[in-house]
């Protein structure tokens, strides 16, 4: 009997141990993980501590972003183009319009003088800021100064309209060859510059006008005369009237005359 109540204390033993242990090891797991209300509690603090954190920097974020947006507005434009589209006022055009270059300037790199895609470029970017410029008298929401006449002096003005009115000449082309009949963009810069131009004359008669601005507008008109006829109707009579209109307010006693539409 000994040996069978040794067997059954050592047994009886074990268990103990393993009751002890599994006790031991489930009192450690509720000691280390959370109750839910715990939990609970610890996420409803951190979401009051992230509002006070995100309450409390805003202004300086406000101030950072005014910051990053007044460099963005003073950052200087890459190109003429950008220049006239971020312009509304009439100081803000002139502006852009002095970035203009023109086939006689001095020291123009090669690939201005003889390439077609930025004589394209210049061409609508002057009949762009003409037409704004138009806009911008018609509102005039900015001022010019005294009665705006001197606005006809302004070299910034004269550099608009030389630019819209040299056209590209292709040095391999044949000379007696108008390349702008076949090229509708060309048309299109035309009619936009004449149109502008139109309206700041009807707004703002000019008092006196610089020789220059008297050379490039004839240039203009004589462009019209010369592309009127591969105009579509419509288009081809608004020219022709936006021309007749600059002629009686630029050139009163001149006595031209565009032709008569046929």
């Known amino acids: 009997m000994r040996p069978m109540a040794q067997h059954v204390v050592a047994i009886v033993s074990l268990l103990l141990l393993i009751e002890h242990a599994l006790s031991f090891c489930c009192t450690s797991l509720l000691t280390v993980s959370p109750r839910p209300n715990r939990i609970a509690r610890e996420r409803s603090f951190r979401r009051r501590r992230g509002r006070r954190r ?3 920097p805003a202004p300086l974020l406000l101030a950072g972003q005014s910051v990053t947006d007044s460099r963005k507005q003073s950052r200087k434009p890459k190109s003429a183009g950008e220049a006239i589209q971020k312009a509304s006022t009439i100081q803000e055009l002139l502006q852009a319009a002095s970035l203009l270059w ?50 006809w002096e302004d070299v ?3 550099r608009a309209i030389l630019a819209a009115a040299i056209p590209f000449k292709d040095a391999s082309a044949n000379p007696d060859d108008n390349e702008e009949e076949d090229d509708a963009r060309a048309r299109a810069c035309l009619h936009d510059a004449v149109r502008g131009l139109h309206i700041i004359a009807g707004r703002i008669p000019p008092s006196s006008i610089s020789a220059d601005a008297r050379h490039g507008i004839n240039a203009l008109l004589q462009r019209v005369e010369d592309l009127a ?34």
């Open 102 to 151: 023109l086939p006689t300037d001095p020291n123009l790199a090669s690939h201005l003088r003889v390439q077609k895609v930025h004589h394209d470029k210049r061409l609508r970017w002057s009949s762009q800021v003409l037409l704004k410029l138009g806009s911008a008298c018609d509102v005039r929401n900015d001022s010019v100064g005294g009665d705006g006449g001197r606005l």
């Open 54 to 56: 995100s309450i409390l």
């Open 156 to 158: 910034r003005l004269e």
């Open 229 to 262: 006829p591969y105009y579509p109707l419509k288009e081809a009579m608004e020219v022709r009237w936006a021309a007749r209109g600059i002629l009686a307010r630029v050139f009163p006693r001149d006595g031209r005359n565009i032709p008569r539409l046929e």
